[in-house]
């Protein structure tokens, strides 16, 4: 069974700092990643794909790949209290459309003023 | 936010009733899906479709049906809700992302509870 690993938290970071958000995938064949953040009561938000190896920046966030140790983390930088928010990792085997993505449970992030 | 709607956005129900929940999208999106959020659980997938009548199971789909006459709707069904189907429901769309690649993006969301 494919399988998503998300430490739940709830990690605390203080405004301005970096926040470190790490995820582990069980299916060596997968081929996308995402992070989306979801507030409490609202739906799902994508905020960062990544497909190959390396970092990907997208303002204060970057996306990290690493398929050979199979972990795909989210650095958030500059951390500020609306960033507080559940993360959620999301693997997917292919990348044509008809994607069935996998999700971690969750980690919890709480920016501290 | 990928033009996709919820109805209703709650519902409290009584177990052995039928209940279907709608997700109706804007932009003629092929692919849709049929999610449910748990505590512990994370996102599970239950029904997607991938055209107008064409639909497939996802890994929690006992207890429940899903219909797609048009492409911008796409139903889920409980046919005789139980109180382990109290959950929020998501649906959501594929589509193209910036970089070319395909991403999936979330409506509302229907938060239902069953009795």
């Known amino acids: 069974q494919k399988e998503v690993e998300q430490n739940s938290g709830p990690l605390s970071v203080p405004e301005g700092a970096i926040a470190s958000l790490n995820c582990t995938y069980s299916d060596r064949g997968s081929q996308s990643f995402f992070w989306y953040r979801q507030y409490s009561g609202k739906s799902p938000e994508l905020i960062m794909s990544?497909?190959?190896?390396g970092d990907k920046e997208d303002g204060r966030f970057t996306a990290q790949l690493n398929k050979a140790s199979q972990y795909v983390s989210l650095l958030i930088r500059d951390s500020q209290p609306s960033d507080s928010a559940t993360y959620l990792c999301?693997?997917?085997?292919?990348?044509?459309?008809?994607?069935?993505?996998?999700f971690g449970t969750g980690t919890r992030l709480t920016i501290i003023p | 936010d990928a033009g996709i709607t919820q109805s209703p956005r709650h519902k409290v129900t009584e177990t052995g009733t039928p209940v279907t929940l709608r997700c109706h999208q804007t932009e003629n999106h092929r692919y849709m899906y049929w999610y449910r959020q748990d505590p512990g659980h994370g996102l599970r997938l239950i029904h997607y479709s991938y055209g107008v009548k064409d639909t497939d199971k996802g890994e929690v789909s006992d207890g429940y049906s899903v219909s797609r006459s048009k492409t911008e709707d796409f139903l889920l069904t409980l046919e005789s809700a139980t109180s382990s189907q109290t959950s929020v429901y998501f649906c959501?769309?594929?589509?193209?992302?910036?970089?070319?690649?395909?991403?999936?993006?979330f409506g509302p969301g229907t938060r239902l509870t069953v009795l």
């Open positions: 959501a769309i594929s589509a193209p992302g910036t970089s070319g690649s395909w991403e999936q993006f």
């Open positions: 990544i497909y190959s190896n």
């Open positions: 999301a693997v997917n085997q292919y990348n044509f459309g008809n994607e069935k993505l996998t």
